[in-house]
């Protein structure tokens, strides 16, 4: 008689559904199509096969969390793109075994405590336990033997729970080992865990778990749990993940509190794909998650900028129905503040007023924070306004970030009355910072007398002075040519304990650049000897006009090397400048080119076929027109060799935004008609110069005729 043979397909529906509560990019393929099963009878003339037994049996192995991730990993995620991890292309369908599907990745209930039956003793035991925190670890072995009553089990883990230093918690433990009373439970070595877990003790953590494994000791979720928290702390966090991969391989399912610490795990490794594959997989389960679990999404795609995973989140707490809580905004905010999304976050800041929450200081300070940087000048006084009407939480620190904003958008009277407010509370009084800030906007504004009687100020109320606000000042002496009140101030400074970096020697290079009198130059210089002998001597060569180019080229490679990267191209542009108020432009085309040789103007020129530029935003003003006479040198010989030529040429200076910045584009466009160059403003973009091909051909045709008609 044939045999009826039933089998279940997976047959899944690709029409558009979608999910409206989050993203397109973050759709799960465990929540995405609708899946449906129908039942095939077939005929066949033979008896039924047996089942092959590897279909039958139990499933033996426990996978470890990467094998069960790596399906929904090449499912869900796409390759990361170059600058970040993100979910692009739609994920696709992955059959799933009816009769052994995937199991849950997580416990959705704690494990529970051990309850302690009542101890008539318990008051006696503690008050000796607080005798054995008292003792030091010398006589700590000596007044274990004035215990009241026996160790027994319950005795023992009162006083184990009791004791609060992990040198004493520890102590104990082994005395207990060597006592030989009772056997030694799980729930002995998690106590003492939790205190070395206060302590940060990572490295005793893992030697007690360890020999809990010898001594065959079951690891519960509670010793999982702390020893995965406790690399977390210790950030240790690759440990953290060995953890939890053999937690999963014992077949032990962690508790929502280890679920979320080591998501934080992978979360600060970066690990953007690793982190989403496990809420998924989470979110699969039935978890729902908490603020925390949020907070550390908010905060791993601000990290890497991503404004799409940002709101993700969002969407995703809305799904779940989980409302923002203080940390949440503040996470999300400072996340904001990364990706460069300003109005959203002002958008997110209203959101959390309206829901009823007061900013504490954190919330306010990265609001500040973000309007400074996208020069919100406006909605940060508005802002600070609101904080004053509503009188909001304010520390020290929130103070100081309105100061640095201050000084970013030159808001000079704005900045005086937050320094005076704060001179007026007894809790937030200025600090070296907060005097930084203020000599940084009276330097950058020219007001010379207010930043010396601010220095003056700082010395009798004794704050510290540290070496960017001694940069700021020196720069604004600088170019008030007051050379010996910037040598006073450069010696005082140094007797205070300031140490000169290599922004202090760059400002002192450029007060070089700025002296006319060879006086005044001597002067500085000698400071200059003082904070970077080695820089000393590699301006003597540079002025010295008998310095051959190898000698140059040898010194100023050294001088690079022990120069922080930041601060190169700045020495540069300082020495070039030097040589252009010595007169010495030979040397300085020589410095130009020695720059470019070692990659300190990587965007100095850039050529599509129809347009040549000239990027001169990272230049100084010498170095700037240096660059212009270069150029311009070099069209000329490719017109002559006449080869080809795009139609446009522009020059780009940029324009600054701060009132204070100096105009490059003003010193440029003089150079320009000094050297009769056929560059002139455009229309369409500010801070840009452009020509013509026939522009270029014709000035260089002039040039060369000009030599003929005089002869």
Not at 203 to 217: K, P, R
Not at 616 to 637: D, P
Request: charged residues 25%; neutral net charge; proline residues 5%.
């Amino acid at each position: 008689m044939a045999a009826a043979l039933s089998t279940a397909l997976d047959v899944h529906f690709t029409g558009n559904l979608s999910d409206t509560k989050r993203p397109n990019i973050f759709k799960s393929p465990l929540r995405q199509h609708p899946t449906r099963r129908f039942t095939i009878l077939c005929s066949s003339s033979k008896s039924p096969q047996k089942a092959s037994p590897n279909l039958i049996e139990p499933y033996q192995k426990n996978p470890s969390l990467s094998e069960q991730l790596k399906p929904l990993s090449t499912t869900t995620l796409s390759k990361p793109t170059k600058d970040q991890t993100l979910l692009m292309s739609k994920p696709k369908s992955t059959w799933v075994n009816p009769t052994r599907p995937k199991r849950s990745v997580l416990s959705l209930q704690r494990q529970k405590r051990s309850s302690y039956s009542y101890n008539p003793q318990v008051r006696e035991l503690r008050r000796f336990a607080q005798k054995l925190n008292d003792c030091d670890e010398a006589a700590f072995l000596a007044t274990l033997e004035e215990i009241p009553h026996p160790p027994t089990r319950e005795n023992a883990l009162l006083i184990l729970n009791c004791l609060k230093p992990w040198q004493k918690t520890r102590l104990f433990l082994n005395w207990i080992k060597t006592q030989n009373l009772f056997p030694l439970e799980t729930i002995f070595y998690n106590v003492t865990m939790k205190s070395l877990r206060f302590g940060r003790q990572f490295q005793l953590m893992e030697d007690l778990a360890h020999e809990m494994i010898s001594n065959e000791i079951e690891l519960d979720n509670i010793t999982y749990s702390t020893i995965i928290t406790c690399a977390k702390k210790c950030n240790d966090f690759d440990k953290a993940v060995e953890w939890f991969e053999r937690m999963y391989k014992t077949g032990l399912m962690p508790d929502e509190v280890t679920y979320s610490a080591i998501l934080d795990v992978y979360a600060k490794l970066g690990s953007v794909e690793e982190a989403l594959n496990l809420y998924e997989r989470g979110r699969a389960s039935g978890w729902i998650p908490d603020h925390a679990t949020f907070s550390i999404l908010g905060r791993m795609f601000g990290a890497s900028g991503d404004y799409d995973g940002i709101n993700f989140v969002l969407q995703e707490m809305k799904s779940v129905g989980v409302q923002p809580n203080l940390v949440v905004y503040n996470t999300l905010l400072e996340a904001m503040g990364k990706v460069g999304k300003p109005g959203l976050a002002r958008s997110l800041f209203k959101e959390m007023i309206e829901s009823g929450l007061t900013p504490d200081e954190k919330t306010l300070t990265a609001l500040v924070k973000i309007y400074g940087k996208a020069r919100w000048a406006r909605d940060a006084l508005e802002l600070w306004e609101q904080m004053r009407s509503n009188r909001w939480p304010v520390d020290l620190i929130l103070y100081n970030t309105l100061l640095n904003m201050c000084a970013d958008l030159a808001l000079e009277e704005e900045a005086e009355r937050l320094f005076e407010d704060m001179k007026s509370l007894e809790y937030c009084s200025p600090d070296s910072w907060s005097y930084t800030a203020m000599l940084n906007i009276y330097g950058s504004g020219g007001k010379v007398d207010k930043a010396v009687k601010l220095f003056e100020e700082m010395s009798e109320l004794g704050v510290e002075l540290n070496v960017m606000g001694c940069t700021c000042l020196i720069q604004c002496l600088g170019k008030t040519k007051r050379i010996d009140d910037l040598v006073r101030v450069f010696s005082a400074s140094v007797e205070r304990g300031v140490k000169p970096d290599d922004r202090l020697c760059g400002c002192l290079l450029s007060v070089v650049s700025l002296c006319e009198e060879n006086g005044d130059v001597d002067k500085i210089l000698t400071c200059l000897n003082q904070a970077n002998p080695k820089l000393f001597s590699v301006v003597k060569l540079v002025i010295e006009e008998k310095t051959s180019f190898e000698t140059l080229r040898d010194e100023f490679k050294s001088i690079l090397g022990e120069t922080g990267v930041e601060a190169r191209r700045p020495f540069c542009n300082c020495l070039i400048d030097i040589c252009r108020s010595k007169k010495l432009h030979e040397r300085a085309h020589e410095l130009l080119y020695l720059g470019t040789l070692y990659g300190l103007y990587p965007s100095l020129h850039s050529k599509t076929v129809d347009e040549w530029c000239l990027d001169v935003r990272s230049l100084s003003v010498g170095a700037a027109q240096t660059a212009l006479e270069e150029w311009m040198g070099t069209l000329s010989k490719i017109v002559q060799r006449k080869e080809a030529l795009p139609e446009l040429f522009s020059a780009q200076t940029g324009t600054g935004t701060h009132k204070f910045s100096q105009g490059l584009a003003n010193s440029f466009s003089s150079h320009a008609k000094k050297l009769d160059a056929p560059f002139r403003q455009s229309e369409e973009k500010v801070g840009f110069f452009v020509a013509t091909r026939e522009d270029i051909v014709s000035w260089v045709q002039s040039r060369l005729e000009g030599p003929a008609v005089a002869a």
